[in-house]
């Protein structure tokens, strides 16, 4: 079964990788395996930068390169993820 892409995320600063330039991060629906090991009272920003390279299908090295801004939006969406799984109320 392929992963589905559910967000994307146009970058504000492209990076120039292995001869291309990406440009844009594709983020698949999480699952569990995403998040093994990621203790979520106090997520070190490693670990949540390497929930983004699974969810995007990328090398963490790569991660390692986007700017401030992107990185911050990247790991905005993860944490949509997962506060979107928490009950309100």
């Known amino acids: 079964?392929?992963?589905d892409i559910v967000r994307m995320l146009d970058l504000a600063e492209p990076i120039q990788w292995g001869g291309t330039t990406v440009s844009r991060l594709e983020f698949v629906r999480p699952r569990a395996k995403?998040?093994?090991?990621?203790?979520l009272e106090a997520?070190?920003?490693?670990?949540?930068?390497d929930v983004v390279a699974a969810l995007c299908h990328q090398p963490p090295s790569l991660i390692g390169e986007l700017s401030a801004a992107d990185t911050f939006a990247a790991v905005r969406i993860v944490n949509d993820f997962l506060l979107s799984g928490q009950p309100t109320g």
């Open 43 to 49: 997520a070190r920003m490693g670990d949540l930068l």
């Open 1 to 3: 079964m392929a992963e």
């Open 34 to 39: 995403h998040f093994r090991g990621l203790t």
